[in-house]
């Protein structure tokens, strides 16, 4: 059933358990996570990243009839909406929630331009995440890791001014791979998870540590989003059994058996199976 992000995430938080929004680019992955998801009686949440669906109207009505007819609960989000169009079309598009990325902002201008799309987002009934602080790519991880960090007085007046959902923190993941170690700052994520009575989210998974992003979850980050590895284990099991493939059609077989393996390992780790 497609459900709006919030009926996830706050069964989250009061359970203390994550919940893996999983990347998803075309039909084949975001069956693949649906498909795992009714297997383990797992909430689900789909990101999908508005540059890389050329077409997200089409997109948007692929995953929402599969998602509708789902046995589990599954929420529609865009993820990293670059700026108020993004965010509109998405509406328009029937995502059940948008992510709306102002964190490059100055902060006066971030709350102000969350604030509005909130107004109209909670209008049609769409939940709305944000970001505060900044997550970093991977690839400058040794440079940047402790740049952009979310404070947590900071947080609580933000969440305060716009209204938010769900808040995506900074506590010292990265997008992509990493060049350097992930450290991540629980000291700084409890402090934030005290201030802020929101569902918290954490970027930048992949990468990050089972032992790091299970210990997260269970300190109250309630949304994980995971690309990187999911796709890398698609390719990687591709890659694996190549000699296998006497038909294309087989080849995409073999990249949805490696990306379900790998969501299902995250399900896993942040006790979510069961939970639908």
């Not at 890389?52 to 995953?63: E, G, R, S, W």
């Not at 902060?107 to 969350?114: F, G, L, R, T």
Request: proline share 3%; net charge negative; with cysteine.
């Amino acid at each position: 059933m497609l459900v709006n992000m919030c009926d996830i995430l706050k069964k989250s938080r009061e359970g203390r358990y994550g919940v893996v929004a999983p990347n998803i680019c075309n039909e084949d992955t975001a069956r693949a996570a649906i498909e795992v998801a009714e297997e383990n009686r797992a909430p689900l949440i789909l990101d999908v990243i508005f540059n890389v669906n050329p077409d997200i109207p089409l997109f948007a009505h692929i995953c929402g009839k599969l998602a509708r007819k789902a046995s589990v609960p599954v929420a529609l989000n865009l993820d990293h909406g670059g700026c108020f169009e993004h965010a509109m079309i998405a509406l328009r598009a029937g995502f059940s929630s948008i992510m709306v990325d102002r964190s490059s902002l100055p902060y006066e201008e971030n709350v102000a331009e969350v604030a509005e799309l909130v107004k109209i987002a909670h209008a049609v009934g769409v939940s709305v995440e944000a970001e505060l602080g900044h997550v970093g790519s991977g690839e400058q991880y040794d440079a940047d890791r402790n740049a952009g960090l979310t404070d947590p007085e900071q947080a609580k007046a933000y969440v305060e001014a716009t209204g938010i959902d769900a808040l995506a923190i900074a506590i010292g993941t990265a997008h992509g791979k990493y060049v350097g170690t992930p450290y991540l700052d629980f000291e700084l994520l409890e402090k934030i998870y005290n201030e802020v009575e929101i569902p918290l989210v954490l970027h930048g998974g992949s990468g990050s540590g089972d032992e790091n992003l299970a210990r997260a979850t269970r300190m109250g980050i309630t949304k994980v989003n995971i690309g990187t590895d999911l796709f890398q284990a698609g390719i990687d099991n591709l890659l694996a059994r190549h000699g296998e493939i006497k038909r294309a059609h087989l080849g995409y077989q073999l990249m949805t058996d490696g990306y379900k393996a790998k969501l299902l390992h995250y399900m896993k780790l942040f006790n979510q199976c069961g939970k639908a």
